[in-house]
Nanobody, 125 residues
Framework: QVQLVESGGGLVQAGGSLRLSCAAS????????MGWFRQSPGKEREFVAA????????KYSDSVKDRFTISKDSAKDTVYLQMNSLKSEDTAVYYC??????????????????WGQGTQVTVSS
């Protein structure tokens, strides 16, 4: 099993920045890739970004590309999501997830095996 704990959410004004963290514990050696997703009320969970756990390949959704950056600190078993130039439409609960499959930095919700509890990000306009 892998446990994931997100932190760093909060309230920020439009144009501001936040950095989310996701600390992994347990059988982290089974992780192949890590992803960030978000979900707003009444909407489906959507892909934000992903990174290969023991590599450097990354993938972003078009809506956050050039504004968000996913990174990892393997020594700390932690993945980060740096969010810049935030917009009101970025408001959502943000979840990190871990995938054990050798699929690359997948963007499909159903490919992920473990999920964190989520952290709220609210961007005021």
């Amino acid at each position: 099993q892998v446990q994931l704990v997100e932190s760093g959410g909060g309230l920020v004004q439009a144009g501001g920045s936040l950095r989310l963290s996701c600390a992994a514990s347990g059988r982290t050696f089974t992780i192949y890739s890590m992803g960030w997703f978000r979900q707003s009320p009444g909407k489906e969970r959507e892909f934000v970004a992903a990174v290969i756990w023991n590599g450097f390949n990354t993938k972003y959704s078009d809506s956050v590309k050039d504004r968000f950056t996913i990174s990892k600190d393997s020594a700390k078993d932690t993945v980060y999501l740096q969010m810049n130039s935030l917009k009101s439409e970025d408001t959502a609960v943000y979840y990190c997830a871990a995938d054990r499959g050798f699929r690359g930095a997948t963007l499909r919700v159903n490919d992920y095996d473990y999920w964190g509890q989520g952290t709220q990000v609210t961007v005021s306009s």
